[in-house]
Every structure is written in structure tokens, then in C-alpha cells.
């Protein structure tokens, strides 16, 4: 709650009540096997070696050449490291590992269909395919170092070895996650400017084979409309040899891989030797604006820091079996599915499906069937698998010795579960806080020095250090109880490089705000604003508390406002729209949409399903709203601008504050009227919301 006195505080300093956990310390069995086990990798990595610390993570990697520039600042804040290096991250990932461990399976694919059996990819396997596909891009696809190439692929292994043939060749691969619409695949085709197009005919999904191809041709047409043309498909199938999609293959354009592979059998394709700051990958990820931002990866740079965290935080030795279940679409899965892991030559885990079916149950099963000892997942699923079966992971003989949180804040009593009843208190656990934007880790703890916290993220990632501002850019203080705007005081290898084609919006976004002195090339003018409000306690541990920007975070996945928006005014009848958050127990956060109609138009339930199937379309399922509510009109500013925070506040039966400013307070009893009293009549009865859950509603949309 927000007393008289605090209520003068600038926005950033709202002060955050919250009871302080008691520490948590790591099983013994855990700390013997660790690999950062000795206290003395802090000094390693204090300020005074930055920027120097960071060649550790670079040493754990292959070079063709050695870098001679740990860090260049000469553009700020366009960051260059490791310059004048030379690698490849598809030889770092493979090649490298095959002198030892060739016939150790790198990959293993847990189909969804419990009845087909997993399938083990092994080091030399995945080298022969690396190259067999890399050999067809090259060569069928006319694509060379420096070309862009968008996936839109499920989660197959065939997504691991796209990946690694575009790095073996030194194209910059653009993976959409599979559960995206069309549309959104097709903006992000245009946006990167890729002809050429990977997808796959189908996969499993809740037990369904979901048809996907046709996905592609809606993509196809998007990137069209969008000025990019796209003049290959390539087509990988689910079922060797069968077709599972209804779309027709379009001559000319559209090709099944497994037919042109058979053209590169046992094709050897050379690494590319590329230079560290080439970049490796972009990942579109959702802003404050309605276009998605492409962020920029480098290849030396995001190779070493996915490296190192990996070996560091997620404690991953070769002989580890290594199961991250977030979508190789999202960064969590390029880092810490693919990269990491397999650039220290681990085994690493796929699994196809939803983790709840068919029932609670399964992810402990492949856990135990294949012996999983690390496990990642996010609070969203953790929720979930307690929800649905709360005992079920007692019922099987799995073991973990550690376990990863990403995505969202944890709930202590959900943090609680994971650890006694998932992890059956003999594993570690890492709540992970970081971005697309951030390539690896910024705030955890090292799992076998640093106790762990429920809640908190722990303090940040060797060789990061955060900061608290207000939004004057005075330092909030560790343990002043009160929150203000995450930043990062340092440029780290993992940082993307900047917003594909976009780079005024990179510095702007991320760097002006905080920015001392814009002709300073002194990193030390430059702090990264993450755009997380974060409250420090005294120990230095950060509790992150949510985006502060029109950001909403649905089971760790960011939506921007804008983009549903923009979707629900695609349908002919809306006039004005507005998303806006609800807690959810499950995914964390829910959108609802609130829309107004053109003026004559009437109000239906039709209109309602338009603007869901609209959001469908253009995003996805994943951001299917909660509700539409139809109202008269939005309650609005007397410059005319939607107050978001206001009927934000209605949806979560929170406080709707002060609506004396608005040019139409009476609407806001209407809508209250409507809306809450159908949420009652379906059963949604409301909780409390937390103190900092109506802080966050109150500040939500603020920017108006
Ligand atoms: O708000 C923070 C939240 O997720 C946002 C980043 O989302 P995305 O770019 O999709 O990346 C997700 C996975 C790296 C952050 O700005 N977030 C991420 N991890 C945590 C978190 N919030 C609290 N605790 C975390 N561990």
C-alpha cells in the first residue's frame, strides 16, 4: 500500500512490501560436483577485471583466431567483443566434440505420442546432418555468410540442425516460435528480409497432428504484402516420406528437404571462419511499439557468454543429461537448449509436445526414463504441472540436481513446491532474470556459493552489475525497501547488438534514458535499461517485479499492447481498442481486450469472437484474450488518450484511483458495472491482489 508520504515519490520509487525470505543453501551432493565451487571466480570477475574477466567465457571456446580487443567502446553503445576473433559456432557446437565424443548423443527428441520412442541424434549424427543441410542451403538455397533465413519450426530436431547449418555457413538464422501465426511469421520474414523460408508439414500438439504448412503460405503472403518476396519454402516432414498438411505444395517454390537431401548425402561443408561481432541469430521480441524488434546476436560474443553461463549457472558438465522444456522459438531455448549445451558437448533434451499431456505426469516420466539431472523450465509450467498434479512428481524415481526457473517472478510457495516435491530437496534451484535482448543470464545466484531466496533472482551473473534508478537516475538504495528501474551497469558479451535495421531504436529504447553523456565512449555513461521494475534487498539479491512498460508478460512470453491492439482494430466493427493485464493463476498474466464499436454498430458476440479470432491471427493462440469486452466507450484523458491503468484496475476488481482527470468519469461505474458483474456471474471470483500486483496495475499504461 502506498502511504501519504511515499505517494509524493516519483513512480520508480513506490515502495515494495514484501515479507523477506529466509535463505535456502544448496545439498552437499550438489556443491562436491559443482563447477564454480570456489568462492575465488567472484574476484575473478569483480568490476576492477571488467572487461578483461570475460575472456574466461571466450577461453572455453575454439578459435580460428585469437580476438586482440576484449572489449571496443569506440561506437557506443554499439559494444564490440572479442574483436579481431575468429570462430564458428556450428564447429564449436559439433565438430569440436567429436574427437571424444562422437557416438555420445548430443540431442535427445521426445516426440509427444508417448508410443513413438525417443530418438537419440549423437555428436557424429548431428555432424553428418549439420552438414548435409548446410550443404543444401548453400548450394539448393544460393544462401551465403551474411543472408538472413526465417524457420518457423516446432520442436523437432530438425530446428537444432537448421540452426547449426545457417552457423556453419555463417547465415543469420530468424526462428519464429512454431505456435506464431502466419501473419506474425510473414512480418518477421520482411522485416529480416529472408527469402527463404524453413517450415515443417505438422506436429503434435495436445495429441493433435496440427497442420502447418499452411501457416507458411499465409506467411508467404504476409512478407509479400510487405514488399519481401520469398522465393523458397523448404518443407521438412514430421513422418519421413508422408505428407501431414493440406496446403498443396506450390511448385517452383515449395520443396520437401528430405527429397533434396538425398542430392548432399555425406555432403562435407567447411565451417565459415567468421568474425566475433557476425552476427549469428536474430529473435524478434515484443516492444512498447507495434512492430516486433529483431534483436542482433553476435557469434564470438553470444557464443562465450551462452558458454559460460551454461557452465557456471546451469552447472553442466559433458556427462550431465540436460532437459530445458521452454520452445527452441524463444531465446531460452537458443541459449540454453542449443548453444550452451552443446557447445560444452552435453546431452541435450527435445521435447515435442505440451507438458501436460496426456497427463501431469509426463515430464517426470521422460525425466526418470532418461535420467534427467537438470531440468529447466518456467514458473508458468511449474504452476500448472502443481496444479494439475501436485503429487504426481513423488510418483516417480526421477532426480535432479538442479533445477532452473525463468521467465516470470516465482511465487515463493510455488518456488517451494519445485523445490521439495519436483526436486524432492536434493536439487539446487536457479531463478534465472534476463531478456531477448540479453543473449545469457543477469541475475542469479551460483548455485553452489550463493544461497538461494524464493522469489529473488539473487544478485547479478558474474562480471554483471546491476543497478536500481529512479527515474531521475539517483541510485535506489539495497534494502531502502523501495523499487525503481532495473539497469545494467556494464556491457556483457551476450548483449544483442543492436534492433535489426533499426539501430536509433536500439539506443533509443535501451540507452537514452539513462545515458550521462552521449559523446562519451566510456561504457561506464551507457547503463542498459532492462525496462523491469526490481526492488534490491541489503544482501544485494534483486526481487524483479514486472516490465514497466505497456509489456504483457503471458506465461514468460512479452506481448506488447500495441500489437493486440493493432490486431483487434483489424476487424471491420471495432473503432478503438485496449489491452490490459489480468493476474492469472496459472500463466502469471492474461490480456483482456476492451474494444468500443464504430458508431451505428451493435453489439454482439460475434464482434467478441472477431477480435479473439483477429488476435489469433495476426499473433497467435498464445495470446488469445481471457475477454472482449465490448463497452460504449474507453474512459480517456481530456487529451483524448485511453486510460489503460483504469479499466486494468476494473478487470482485477482493483482500486481504479483517481479518475478525476478523465473527460468522461462516468463512464468508468459502467464499464466497473458491466464487466465485474459478468466475471461474477461466470465464477471468476477475485482474490486480493497483492500489494505489488496493484502497484503494477495502478502504473500500467502510465505512460499516458
Ligand atoms: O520482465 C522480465 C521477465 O521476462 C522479461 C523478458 O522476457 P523475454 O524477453 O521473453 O525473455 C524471457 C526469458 C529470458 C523480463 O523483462 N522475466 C524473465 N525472467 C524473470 C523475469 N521476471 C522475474 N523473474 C525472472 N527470473
Redesign the pocket.
Known sequence: MVTEQQSELSEAQIAVHWREEEYDFPPAGFVAQANAADPEIRTRFAEERFPECFTEYADLLSWDARWQTTLDTSNPPFWKWFVGGRLNASYNCVDRHLATDRNKAALVWVPEPEADGTVAVTYQELYRRVNEFAALLRDFGRLRAGDRVTFHLPMVPDLPVSMLACARLGVIHSQVFGGFSGGACGERIADSGSRVLVTMDGYYRNGELVDHKVKADEAVARAAELGQPVDTVLVWRRHRGQYASRAPMVTGRDVFVDEVLRDYRDAVVEPVSMPAEAPLFLMY?SGTTAQPKGCQHSTGGYLAYVTGTSKYYQDIHPNDTYWCMADIG???GHSYIVYGPLSLGTTSVLYEGVPTYPDPGRPWRIAERLGVTIFHTAPTAIRMLRKLGPDEPRQHDHHFKHMT??????EPEVWRWYRDVVGKGEAVVV???????NGGFLGATLPALEPMKPGS?GPGVLGVYPVIYDEHGDVVPAGSGKAGNICIRNPWPGIFETIWGQPERFVQIYYEKYCRNPDSTDWRDWPYF???GAVQAADGYFR?L??VDDVI?VA???LGTKELESASLTVEEVAEAAAVPVIDEVRGRAVEMYVSLKPGVTASEGIERKVAQAIDTHIGKIARPMHVWIVPDMPKTRSGKIMRRVIAAISNFGDVGDTTTLSNPEIVDSIRHHVQAEKLARGQTPRQLTPQEADEIRKFGNAE
Open positions: 521480441t524463444w531465446i531460452t526457473t525463468v521467465g516470470e517472478p516465482i531463478d534465472t532474470w534476463w531478456q531477448t535482448e533472482c532492462a525496462g523491469d524483479i514486472g516490465r508478460n514468460g512470453h512479452r
